[in-house]
């Protein structure tokens, strides 16, 4: 058996639960010959309680120890600044890198797009967790023109929403899904919206134009600060539910994203899942309409994709390419929805 060194950047609630996943699934490695080992866990305080299967011994502030050696480097730790700077250094140095930072992969795709085109980068865990969205955009549904695509991808909202409509208030809903491990450091990243749109950012690219700005999606971002419970319980009086809904579409010759609030009748598809459930309902020339749902945070949800990146790397397949090159606009007249 040879060893497989993988450097850990965090060990938060993805990083535990890929420490914990990966011990689990170490019989699938060894069917390629290798042994999985963790060369070092990058943390900002190794004396914080953590969960009893974190090897306390690998913790540290030390980012020479964690990557120095590494094969691979798994990067859970967000943010844009510091993830930046290390993940961009091992992929300069030619290292994969499986990560689960959307922010990351949004707002400094510059940087790392031709890291990703050299199929260094895998980053299914960074929308819609452990359900698969971005491996069949970069493969299977790559056969078709996309018409449009529409999605619930952050399920912090998605979770506070549906407790909102069991009558509880906006705070002790949202300190409900923090506890349970779904929301950011910043919690305005996903009650701002600003999360979905960060997903909705990484789908453009691979669906549409592998230049789609994050400016373009921030500038039609709004979030559910400002929802009420009066507004989700009128909504549920006209037979309707309200969901933060991010959208790519055609609108007047160019692609537009946005993510917003919507009032959904009961039984459209994106209305139909609760909690921190997530659902992409894509629109394609050749395979029509495909609908695509699951968990989209937590813990072991989201290690999942991340473990299953690491497993598709050592099967010899590359990264998540984006689109080589923009698909042209199509003509077509998208679904429309009415704003909450
Ligand atoms: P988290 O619980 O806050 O964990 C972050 C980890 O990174 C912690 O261990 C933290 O160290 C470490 N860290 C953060 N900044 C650091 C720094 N400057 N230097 C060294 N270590 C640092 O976050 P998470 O929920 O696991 O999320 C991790 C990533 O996965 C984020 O990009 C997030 O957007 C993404 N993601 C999360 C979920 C989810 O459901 N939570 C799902 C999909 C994707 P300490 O423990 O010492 O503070
Ligand atoms: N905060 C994110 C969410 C985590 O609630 O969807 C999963 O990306």
């Given amino acids: ?8 950047l965090g060990a938060g609630t993805v990083g535990a639960g890929f420490v914990k996943l990966l011990d689990e699934q170490r019989s699938r490695f060894r069917a390629f010959g290798l042994e999985p080992a963790l ?7 190794p004396h914080k309680p953590r969960p009893g299967w974190v090897p306390q011994g690998l913790l540290t502030t030390d980012v020479e120890r964690v990557l120095g050696e590494a094969d691979v ?10 993830a930046g700077r290390l993940v961009l250094d091992a992929l300069g140095e030619g290292l994969p890198v499986i990560t689960a930072n959307k922010a990351l992969l949004a707002e ?6 031709p890291h990703a085109t050299e199929g260094l980068l895998f980053y299914e865990a960074s929308v819609m967790a452990g359900t698969p969205v971005v491996e069949p ?8 023109r996309t018409l449009e695509l529409h999605g619930i991808l952050n399920g912090s909202t998605n979770y506070v929403i549906g ?40 789908l453009a690219r691979l669906a549409v134009d592998p230049d789609f700005s994050w400016e373009a999606v921030r500038e039609h971002t709004r979030g559910i600060q400002d929802l009420s ?3 989700i319980f009128e909504a549920e009086a006209e037979g309707k539910r309200i969901r933060l809904v991010a959208s790519l579409y055609p609108n007047g010759g160019r692609w537009k994203a946005a993510v917003r609030p919507v009032k959904l009748p009961a039984d459209h598809p994106l209305a139909r899942f609760g909690h921190a459930r997530n659902a992409l309902l894509y629109r394609g020339d050749a395979v029509g309409e495909v609908l695509i749902s699951g968990g989209g945070a937590g813990s072991a949800v989201t290690a999942s994709a991340v473990v299953g990146d690491l497993l598709r790397m050592l099967e010899g397949y590359p990264g998540h390419p984006p689109l080589p090159e923009a698909a042209p606009v199509p003509d077509y007249e998208p679904e429309t929805f009415e704003e909450a």
Avoid: C, Y
Wanted: proline content about 1%.
């Fill in 1 to 8: 058996m040879e060893t497989l060194r993988i450097a850990l």
């Fill in 39 to 45: 060369t070092g866990i990058l943390v900002r305080d």
């Fill in 73 to 82: 480097v798994v990067e859970l730790m967000g943010g844009t600044g510091k």
């Fill in 108 to 113: 400094r795709w510059d940087e790392l797009r």
């Fill in 137 to 144: 955009l970069s493969g299977a549904l790559r056969g078709n």
């Fill in 163 to 202: 407790r909102m409509e069991d009558s509880l208030g906006f705070a002790e809903a949202l300190a409900e899904a923090q506890a349970k491990g779904f929301v950011e450091e910043d919690p305005f990243l996903d009650v701002g919206g600003i999360d979905a749109a960060h997903k909705l950012a990484v």
């Fill in 229 to 231: 419970r009066e507004q």
